[in-house]
């Protein structure tokens, strides 16, 4: 039985696309497409906000990601609850205290894989001068010719320090948040 022309251009076509995607390292970061957004609960109601400034410096080859490696800086004055009050009460001392830690950092010291583009990546996560290590379970997908990090995980504010004094009530506010992050990732560029 033979295959029609278009078909087999169609699987021509599939085979190229996916031998690039696996293929292929991925090392710039489109910023204007990624996001790092973060759930939390106040007073047992679930809210979100998010970063709107960081940068990013990743490069990962799906062929090899023990080697991959990924840095992360917050910009945490650029932090949006959804309130301008709530703005700027978290960028004050008793929370980021953005003025001696203008930034929040993440970088990567590991990567498992977990099969079918699911990975676990392990790093050092510093927010107010306190590093702590994390580990984060994500999911790599290709999006035309870009990949994409998908992954969420959680961290205990207070162990950062942030919310002291009065807000470190955890009734009022939830010591649990939660970290989410979808970074697209363009090919690497040859060198």
Sequence with gaps: ????????????????????????????????????????????????????????????????????QAKFDIDVAS?????????????GKAWFNAKAFPKASFVSSGIKSLGANHFEVQGKLTIK?????????????PDGANGVFDGTFNIKRMDYAIGEGEWAD?????????????????PATKK
């Design 129 to 141: 001068g306190k590093t702590l290590p994390v580990s984060a379970p994500v999911t790599f997908k």
């Design 170 to 186: 955890e009734s009022t506010i939830a010591n649990q948040v939660q970290i989410k992050f979808y970074i697209t990732l363009a």
């Design 1 to 68: 039985m033979k295959m029609s022309y278009f078909k087999y251009l169609a699987l021509i076509g599939v085979f190229i696309t996916t031998t690039y995607i696996h293929a292929a390292g991925f090392n710039q970061v489109l910023v204007d497409k990624s996001t790092i957004t973060f759930g939390y609960k106040q007073m047992s109601v679930p809210l979100d906000g998010k970063f709107k400034k960081f940068t990013a410096q990743i490069d990962f080859d799906l062929a090899k990601p023990e080697q991959a």
């Design 79 to 91: 932090i949006d609850t959804g309130s301008s009050d709530g703005d700027d009460e978290v960028v």
